[in-house]
């Protein structure tokens, strides 16, 4: 069985599964399909998180959260990542996992800013 992880897990925006097989989506648009289930590949990226059944993020790529408000319902969620992938959050993990998605979203937002803080002061730029 393969479920060698990519050597670099920077490369790698999200695993989604199917059945017994893994896709792992990279940033530059690849996909690769493993043979195993999702459970199973994602353990080889302990700082993923499980956002439904079938997906499994790296947070670093995370960009917001969006909230779709149904009538007479429970709010649907779902994340988009870079690239404009939007993913579903399971409805049973929402509660659990939007206080840590939003800390983690805060964290991704901050350090882009000090990126940018950093190369602008490398180039003299000032950013408004």
Known sequence: ????????ARQVCYLSGEQNYTWTHLLSGYRDLRRGPLAL????????LRIH????????????????????KRPLFDVELVGGVRLPIAQSRVYTLLPV???ML????S?????????????????I
């Open 53 to 72: 059944k079938q997906y499994v993020i790296n947070p670093e790529y995370l960009l917001q959260i969006h909230q779709q408000t149904r009538s007479q």
């Open 101 to 103: 998605l939003q800390s």
């Open 106 to 109: 805060q964290r991704n937002q």
């Open 1 to 8: 069985m393969n479920h060698r992880p990519f050597s670099l």
């Open 41 to 48: 590949v994602a353990q080889y990226y302990p700082s993923f």
């Open 111 to 127: 350090q882009t800013c000090s990126r940018s803080c950093r190369k602008a002061k490398k180039t003299n730029q000032i950013l």
